[in-house]
């Protein structure tokens, strides 16, 4: 079965910080995608990044990056320079295969930033 | 980004009617959507997989006669919580898969629908 691990219930990070959120997850499957989706306090879900199993190249964007370890079955999420704006529940997201698979979610973390 | 619509963002209903939601992908068409129910600071649980012009996919207990599932167009799924009752009430998120063009795999999800049954 594939599962997916957050273990840090909350964090907070203080303004323009660099704060890093944990992922874990586990499967045998060799073709798969991961994704950080983040749910402010309004609740729709927001996708931040997205990475393939497939490539070796830590996804980025913007102020947002990934540290993938495929062996590891790691996928963190580094936020740099946080804003106010980022405080959110962040969800780690895998999905098995093709564009046809359905994501499975870790439970969150609460990330709280302040000024 | 695609945009997906859910509707009502809230409702209040009387245990033991039925109350339903609707979710719209408005700019891009979508053979398959997902309904997701979320608990206070709980992640989402899948519930059903939505494919247009068939039935349902039903979680393992999710009990499909009281969770009605209808995708009868490329851009609409309704979920009918059926004889609601107060355990009934929670967040209900559903997602659209986009199927062609740009992006194509991809989901995005509505805004909610917070569900109270009194």
């Known amino acids: 079965a594939q599962t997916v691990t957050q273990s840090q219930p909350e964090m907070s990070v203080q303004e323009a910080e660099t704060v890093t959120l944990s992922c874990t997850y586990d499967?045998?499957?060799?073709?798969?995608?991961l994704f950080w989706y983040k749910q402010p306090p309004s609740r729709q879900m927001i996708l931040v990044i997205r990475?393939?199993?497939?490539?070796?190249q830590n996804a980025t964007e913007n102020r947002f990056s990934v540290n993938f370890q495929k062996a590891a079955k790691s996928f963190s999420l580094k936020i740099s320079d946080s804003q106010l704006g980022d405080t959110a529940m962040y969800f780690c997201?895998?999905?098995?295969?093709?564009?046809?698979?359905?994501?499975?979610f870790g439970k969150g973390t609460k990330l709280s930033v302040k000024p | 980004g695609a945009v997906v619509s859910q509707h009502p963002s809230r409702v209040i209903c009387k245990s033991g009617t039925s109350v339903k939601i609707e979710c719209r992908s408005l700019?891009?068409?979508?053979?398959?959507m997902f309904w997701y129910r979320q608990f206070p600071k709980q992640s989402l649980m899948l519930m059903a997989t939505?494919?247009?012009?068939?039935?349902?996919?039903?979680e393992q207990g999710v009990e499909k006669d009281k969770f009605l599932i209808n995708h009868a167009s490329l851009t609409l799924s309704t979920l009918t919580v059926t004889s609601a009752h107060p355990e009934d009430s929670s967040f209900y998120i559903c997602?659209?898969?986009?199927?062609?063009?740009?992006?194509?795999?991809?989901?995005?999800f509505g805004e909610g629908s917070r569900l109270t049954v009194l």
């Open positions: 997602s659209a898969r986009v199927t062609s063009g740009m992006g194509t795999g991809e989901l995005f």
């Open positions: 499967t045998s499957e060799s073709n798969y995608y």
């Open positions: 990475q393939e199993a497939y490539k070796q």
């Open positions: 997201a895998f999905r098995v295969g093709g564009s046809q698979g359905n994501l499975i």
């Open positions: 700019d891009f068409q979508a053979t398959t």
């Open positions: 939505s494919n247009e012009g068939s039935k349902a996919t039903y």
